[in-house]
């Protein structure tokens, strides 16, 4: 029997007049990307010990620990902000599969935390083209069974992070790339999935790229195809459905909230994959926030946007996580 099919919950937010919003816009509009792959990633990181410092001024508990793996040890970040907690947030970095790290998405990831209440585990997931497909999904499902046997858990990500997310639950729904058979004593239950302007599409053929393109202020960092050709190294096709979200079958899924910003070319990613899944009978909340750009959310404590953004997110996770207990 197919999947009963939802009324996807889509809502348009105004955050409201900012006056900091065109000065943030023309910082990520003055950014310049490095000549190589090097130079990307030493930029991407020079803002990570700040936002460490941050945290532990604001009373975070951050410790550098490590998973171990059948591909080796998975490096991880497990913050736990002040006040009881209760359940994980398994969060995924961005970057194109290629940049950055816990480090460089520490601050905005442990606000949400603290907003849900709960602990969060930053997977340092093994990034391409050294580690190209199916890496950092085997990382992530391993990094997410070890959270779950501590209680229940929500999955979060932002950009290729926010696809990682929906690639590892997809995994661990029908028990692909080291995960444990879900019909199994050993099956890991996910509470639920927040994808921030996700990365769904490796094809990279969506509208929106191009339609959006003049409005997005990251647009001129991005190398999309060069990402995915990185990423899908030794062969995988970009519509592989773990590898493209988008082109999986999304049934069984548990419930979604998917925030995306009304001028990113990442919109489509976004919009056409909850739509795919609202049919596919998943409970998705796609949330359009007006006026914001790809991955607002950094600029938490600098932008209303971003502040109201990050405490939807918190609302969401504590409700998943009250429901799985």
Request: charged share 20%; glycine share 10%.
């Amino acid at each position: 029997m197919a999947p009963a099919r939802r009324r996807l919950d889509r809502v348009v937010v105004d955050p409201g007049p900012d006056d900091r919003l065109a000065g943030v816009v023309a910082g990520i509009r003055a950014l310049r990307p490095g000549d190589t792959l090097a130079a990307r990633r030493a930029g991407a990181e020079h803002d990570v010990d700040r936002e460490a410092q941050v945290l532990l001024d604001d009373g975070f508990a951050v410790a550098e620990r490590s998973i171990d793996t059948d591909d080796g040890p998975l490096p991880v970040q497990v913050v736990e902000p002040p006040g009881a907690l209760s359940g994980t947030l398994v969060a995924f970095h961005g970057g194109g599969y290629v940049l950055c790290s816990p480090g460089t998405h520490a601050l905005r990831f442990a606000r949400m935390a603290q907003a849900a209440r709960c602990r969060l585990l930053n997977v340092g997931y093994p990034l391409a083209p050294e580690h190209p497909f199916p890496a950092a999904v085997r990382a992530g499902v391993r990094a997410v069974e070890r959270a779950a046997a501590d209680g229940p858990v929500v999955l979060l990500g932002d950009s290729a992070g926010g696809g990682l997310v929906l690639s590892v639950a997809l995994s661990l729904r029908d028990g692909l790339h080291g995960a444990p058979d879900p019909a199994g004593p050993a099956a890991v239950r996910v509470a639920g999935l927040v994808a921030i302007s996700p990365w769904t599409d490796l094809t990279c053929s969506a509208p929106s790229l191009v339609e959006r393109r003049s409005i997005d202020p990251f647009a001129h960092i991005d190398d999309l195809p060069a990402f995915a050709a990185d990423y899908l190294r030794g062969g995988t096709e970009p519509t592989d459905p773990v590898a493209s979200p988008l082109f999986a079958d999304l049934a069984g899924l548990p419930p979604t909230l998917v925030q995306v910003g009304s001028t990113e070319t990442m919109y489509d990613d976004a919009a056409r994959w909850a739509e795919r899944a609202a049919a596919a009978g998943v409970a998705v909340r796609l949330e359009e926030w007006e006026g914001m750009f790809h991955t607002w959310h950094g600029h938490v404590g600098e932008l209303t946007g971003a502040d109201l953004a990050v405490a939807a997110i918190g609302s969401f996770v504590r409700e998943r996580l009250d429901a799985a207990r």
